[in-house]
């Protein structure tokens, strides 16, 4: 059972990722990779505080962190016209030293034995079942983060961010300032990729300065996965699905692993294969709509 | 082809559920074997001795491979994964966990599972928050533990090529474990009068890039117990073959690929030793009564085409001694 419920966790906390990668990539169709910079930024600001004594002050301030980390490559795109991706790179280079400088130059900071959000939550209800605690907690963050995500995406701010991803010079053209959107947005997909981040450092009793390693990738294999999942559009259903998305990635790795079937060097085949074929889905169903229609023509 | 994908989850979720629900009665009912599961982060030559060391002595104190099983699993350096192998681990409820290095140790420690883990080179145990004592482990783990002897390695450089005043320090700041040594390096020779110029990367592509920039500068360089300037270990010692300085390393490895001297366990033996713990609780020893081992026996090896190279000579007494790779 440890490992479904972890399954599920590890996908609730990705999926906070998932989240921030769902706004840059799908709503400002922008690739954005200060993930791989951002979400260690959340970690390290995390397990700083944590280890402090103060690890519920340390998940805000990671989010803040993130957030000008976002602002910081927004900057970069817009004012300074660098190309997204390099602005990415620059900001996610630059936040290594950053990291450790959080970090203590340190590059690993052990959260083992002291309170983190998980042993406080424990202490108080102990008679829950740690790992179904666990599990409500970051439900409770997943949840509570769609839901923001979903109302601020609603108001008037929101609508002008969604149309600046849509049609940049339409947008333009009615007088809003795309270049506070742009920023807006991209602070915010980095503010919940830090969240999950510092989620991560509590979670997992440790914050290492490598644990950004990739992370992009996850996100981006969530966000896609989650598209299988047949909603209705809207924006409340697309940050659903992103969620989703994250858990049913992590459910694919459990699988793997699981099975014996494949040496330990294959792991990573394996997921890159879960990527490969959940992108190759929508050709099929394209392949396949045009099939129907072809028979139905004869 | 809604109704596929549907279908396809469900399918995904329910055989999820129900191979880690009724996943761990099938392991162990197979046979009667052990279960050990190993993790490990990434893979480096350092780490795979160190697996193979330890399976290798396992065999070899007389569990056959009908009585003890392992099961090897490596993240592949995506830590995301970490957590998920570790979860596994439990679920499949092993007898026995072997972890290679820090991160691995404190993810399974951090799981607060019953499974006992022995960990193999973690460089600093009370650090890392995986037991507040070496001699007493109070987490339900214990093991190995490869710190480098500092002060026996920079008596070694001194006695091999006398008057070096001046150390390069290349490492690489992502690894708690070299980073750990090179503050004891520092230490060291704060205390002892020599002085040190740091050059630090953050991934290969800036190894030889920094390795130069030390040219010059310093009389010798030291490399601590760092995987990435191991694995780019052959152009670090070309760059200073050619500018004659040598290269003091910290384990086997890094000597057979170019650097000239080093004071040594090798990774194998580290491995073998953490076997030896694994077996002492097989055999009935709670992990708390097995003190972590700081591991202390170490040879000299040294490289003779770099010492050639370099042109120096060595004295009877280290010829008789030493360990010579080509």
Same mark, same amino acid.
């Given at each position: 059972?440890?490992?479904?419920?972890?399954?599920? #966790?590890?996908?609730?906390?990705?999926?906070?990722?998932?989240?921030?990668?769902?706004?840059?990539?799908?709503?400002?169709?922008? &690739?954005?990779?200060?993930?791989?910079?951002?979400?260690?930024?959340?970690? /390290?600001?995390?397990?700083?505080? $944590?280890?402090?004594?103060?690890?519920?002050?340390?998940?805000?301030?990671a989010?803040?962190?993130? /957030?000008?980390?976002? /602002?910081?490559?927004?900057?970069? #795109?817009?004012?300074?016209?660098?190309? &997204?991706?390099?602005?990415?790179?620059?900001?996610?280079s630059?936040?290594? +030293?950053?990291?450790?400088?959080?970090?203590?130059?340190?590059?690993?900071?052990?959260?083992?034995?002291?309170?983190t959000?998980? +042993?406080?939550?424990?202490?108080?209800?102990?008679?829950?079942?740690?790992?179904?605690?666990?599990l409500v907690?970051?439900?409770?963050?997943?949840?509570?983060?769609w839901?923001?995500?979903?109302?601020?995406?609603?108001?008037?701010?929101?609508?002008?961010?969604?149309?600046?991803?849509?049609?940049?010079?339409?947008?333009?053209?009615?007088?809003?300032n795309?270049?506070?959107?742009?920023?807006?947005?991209?602070?915010? /997909?980095?503010?919940?990729?830090?969240?999950?981040?510092?989620?991560?450092? #509590?979670? #997992?009793g440790?914050?290492?300065i490598? +644990?950004?390693?990739?992370?992009?990738v996850?996100?981006?294999?969530?966000?896609?996965?989650g598209?299988?999942?047949?909603?209705?559009?809207g924006? $409340?259903?697309?940050?659903?699905?992103?969620?989703l998305?994250?858990?049913?990635?992590?459910?694919?790795?459990?699988?793997?692993?699981q099975?014996?079937?494949?040496?330990?060097?294959?792991?990573?085949?394996?997921?890159a294969?879960?990527?490969?074929i959940?992108?190759s889905?929508? $050709?099929?169903?394209?392949?396949?709509?045009?099939?129907?229609?072809?028979?139905e023509?004869? | 082809?809604?109704?596929?994908?549907?279908? @396809?989850?469900?399918?995904?979720i329910?055989?999820?559920?129900?191979?880690?629900?009724?996943?761990?009665?099938?392991?162990?009912?197979?046979?009667?074997?052990?279960?050990?599961?190993?993790?490990?982060?990434?893979?480096?030559?350092?780490?795979?001795?160190?697996?193979?060391?330890?399976?290798?002595?396992?065999?070899?104190?007389?569990?056959?491979?009908?009585?003890?099983?392992f099961?090897?699993?490596?993240?592949?350096?995506?830590?995301?994964?970490? %957590? !998920?192998?570790?979860? *596994?681990?439990?679920?499949?409820?092993k007898?026995?966990?072997?972890?290679?290095?820090?991160?691995?140790?404190?993810?399974?420690?951090?799981?607060?599972?019953?499974?006992?883990?022995?960990?193999i080179?973690?460089? %600093?145990?009370?650090?890392?928050?995986?037991?507040? =004592? @070496?001699?007493?482990?109070?987490?339900? !783990?214990?093991?190995?533990?490869?710190?480098?002897?500092?002060? *026996?390695?920079?008596?070694?450089?001194?006695?091999?090529?006398?008057?070096?005043?001046?150390y390069?320090?290349?490492?690489?700041?992502?690894e708690?474990?070299s980073?750990?040594?090179?503050n004891?390096?520092?230490?060291?020779?704060?205390t002892?009068?020599?002085?040190?110029?740091?050059?630090?990367?953050?991934?290969?592509?800036?190894?030889?890039?920094?390795?130069?920039s030390?040219?010059?500068?310093? =009389?010798?360089?030291f490399?601590? %117990?760092?995987?990435?300037?191991?694995s780019?270990?052959?152009q670090?010692?070309?760059?200073?073959? *050619?500018?004659?300085?040598?290269?003091?390393?910290?384990?086997?490895?890094?000597?057979?690929?170019?650097?000239?001297?080093?004071?040594?366990i090798s990774?194998?033996?580290?491995?073998?030793?953490?076997?030896?713990?694994?077996?002492?609780?097989?055999?009935?020893?709670?992990?708390?009564?097995?003190?972590?081992?700081?591991?202390?026996?170490?040879?000299?090896?040294?490289?003779?085409?770099?010492?050639?190279?370099?042109?120096?000579?060595?004295?009877?007494?280290?010829?008789?001694?030493?360990?010579?790779? =080509?």
């Amino acid at each position: 059972m440890t490992l479904f419920l972890g399954s599920l #966790q590890l996908g609730l906390i990705y999926g906070l990722l998932a989240l921030g990668i769902y706004i840059t990539f799908k709503i400002m169709h922008i &690739p954005d990779l200060t993930a791989d910079g951002s979400f260690t930024l959340g970690l /390290a600001v995390s397990a700083v505080l $944590a280890s402090a004594g103060y690890p519920v002050v340390g998940i805000f301030l990671a989010v803040l962190a993130g /957030a000008l980390a976002g /602002a910081t490559t927004g900057f970069l #795109q817009t004012k300074i016209a660098i190309h &997204p991706i390099l602005s990415g790179i620059i900001t996610m280079s630059g936040l290594y +030293s950053i990291n450790l400088y959080v970090m203590g130059a340190r590059s690993n900071i052990t959260l083992i034995g002291t309170p983190t959000l998980f +042993s406080m939550a424990r202490s108080r209800f102990d008679f829950v079942d740690f790992n179904l605690l666990r599990l409500v907690i970051l439900l409770f963050f997943a949840l509570g983060l769609w839901g923001a995500l979903t109302w601020f995406f609603k108001t008037h701010l929101g609508l002008s961010i969604r149309a600046t991803g849509d049609n940049e010079a339409m947008v333009k053209s009615s007088s809003i300032n795309i270049t506070a959107t742009k920023i807006i947005a991209i602070s915010l /997909a980095n503010a919940c990729i830090a969240l999950s981040g510092a989620i991560v450092a #509590q979670y #997992q009793g440790f914050a290492d300065i490598s +644990s950004g390693v990739g992370i992009m990738v996850i996100g981006l294999a969530s966000v896609i996965i989650g598209e299988l999942i047949p909603l209705r559009k809207g924006v $409340a259903n697309g940050f659903l699905t992103a969620i989703l998305g994250s858990i049913l990635y992590r459910l694919m790795i459990a699988l793997a692993l699981q099975s014996n079937l494949f040496p330990a060097y294959a792991l990573k085949l394996i997921s890159a294969l879960i990527v490969g074929i959940a992108l190759s889905l929508p $050709a099929l169903r394209h392949y396949l709509a045009f099939r129907k229609i072809r028979k139905e023509s004869v | 082809m809604k109704k596929i994908s549907v279908l @396809l989850i469900l399918v995904l979720i329910l055989t999820t559920m129900s191979l880690s629900l009724f996943g761990c009665n099938n392991a162990s009912s197979q046979d009667d074997a052990l279960q050990v599961g190993i993790i490990q982060l990434l893979d480096n030559g350092a780490f795979e001795d160190m697996r193979e060391g330890f399976i290798a002595q396992m065999r070899s104190h007389g569990y056959s491979e009908t009585q003890l099983d392992f099961d090897y699993r490596n993240a592949q350096g995506d830590m995301s994964n970490l %957590n !998920a192998i570790c979860q *596994e681990m439990v679920n499949s409820q092993k007898d026995l966990i072997v972890t290679i290095a820090t991160p691995p140790t404190q993810a399974f420690v951090n799981m607060e599972s019953d499974i006992p883990v022995i960990f193999i080179s973690v460089s %600093n145990p009370v650090g890392a928050g995986i037991m507040t =004592d @070496l001699n007493f482990p109070d987490k339900n !783990a214990t093991g190995t533990s490869n710190a480098i002897p500092i002060d *026996e390695m920079f008596k070694l450089s001194q006695r091999l090529t006398p008057g070096m005043e001046t150390y390069g320090l290349l490492y690489n700041t992502s690894e708690i474990n070299s980073v750990t040594t090179i503050n004891q390096a520092k230490e060291y020779m704060d205390t002892n009068g020599l002085s040190y110029e740091e050059a630090v990367v953050t991934n290969s592509s800036e190894v030889q890039q920094a390795a130069q920039s030390l040219v010059g500068r310093v =009389d010798a360089l030291f490399i601590p %117990n760092d995987s990435m300037i191991q694995s780019a270990m052959p152009q670090v010692s070309e760059i200073a073959k *050619e500018a004659k300085i040598p290269v003091y390393g910290s384990s086997a490895v890094m000597v057979a690929s170019g650097a000239f001297a080093t004071i040594s366990i090798s990774d194998t033996e580290i491995g073998q030793l953490s076997a030896d713990m694994a077996h002492q609780h097989l055999q009935g020893t709670p992990i708390e009564q097995i003190p972590a081992v700081v591991v202390s026996s170490f040879t000299t090896v040294i490289n003779q085409t770099t010492a050639d190279a370099l042109g120096i000579e060595l004295t009877e007494d280290i010829l008789t001694n030493a360990v010579f790779l =080509d």
